[in-house]
């Protein structure tokens, strides 16, 4: 059974950093691209980054980029995302999603973990 679990979450202070992870299971890693979407409260659930499969291309939402780095180890069957910067906005529940494909789009995805929340405090 294919499963995705998120890891890293908490609070930090804003210009903080941290480091979320996503294991994944009973799927073929290393045939999957992988992606971070998040979700504040009452919005909808948005893109962050991703990644293809080799880990060579790499895709980022314009309000991260420059401060995320979306990073996967196949060998681990793990994927992260490093976050600098941090700032309140990016409060948000974070999720990890697996595809075939490569993509930005939410609903392209078939599989998804449970999220740990991330809370950025001012």
């Known amino acids: 059974q294919e499963k995705l679990v998120e890891s890293g979450g908490g609070l930090v202070q804003a210009g903080g950093s941290l480091r979320l992870s996503c294991a994944a299971s009973?799927?073929?890693?290393?045939?999957?691209?992988m992606a971070w979407f998040r979700q504040a409260p009452g919005k909808e659930r948005e893109f962050v980054a991703a990644v293809r499969w080799s880990g060579g291309t790499k895709t980022y939402a314009d309000s991260v980029k420059g401060r995320f780095i979306i990073s996967r180890d196949n060998a681990k069957n793990t994927m992260y995302l490093q976050m600098n910067s941090l700032k309140p906005e990016d409060t948000a529940v974070y999720y990890c999603a697996a595809d075939r494909r490569l993509s930005t789009t939410l609903r392209n995805y078939d599989y998804w973990g449970q999220g740990t929340q991330v809370t950025v405090s001012s």
């Open positions: 009973g799927l073929p890693f290393s045939s999957y691209a």
